[in-house]
């Protein structure tokens, strides 16, 4: 049975999630955010957003980063990366933490929506 928080969050969403577990790039985008680059793999994902696991503690609501997904290494020629917002920061068991990012645009094609959708050639 779903419990009354997994309600509230699916009310916010306007596209369905996927469980799919890929390996993202999570770094800051803010100068002021200390650096760091986070490998954590993906729990689900929308084209909207991505929910993962991680043991970096420095994320929080409003925090913007970018986020390469999936990501296998620097120089795949199929790697995208979006600006993101943190939306929900969750304390987990074990010292984890669960992330929520709502993907903002991506930044590899200019005025492309976080949807995939690329510009006319």
Known sequence: MPEASDKVYSELRRSRRAKIARTLR?????????HF????V???ASREGIYFRT??????PGMRVFVTFPYSSPHDPMNC???AEVRRVEKLPNGKFGVAVHLLMTVNY????PSGSR???
């Open 110 to 113: 200019s005025g492309s929506s």
């Open 81 to 83: 990366e979006y600006v």
């Open 55 to 60: 043991r970096q503690e420095t994320y929080y």
């Open 42 to 44: 993906s729990v689900n």
């Open 119 to 121: 510009p006319p050639s």
């Open 26 to 34: 999570v770094r800051p985008s803010e100068p002021r955010d200390a």
């Open 37 to 40: 680059e986070d490998l954590p």
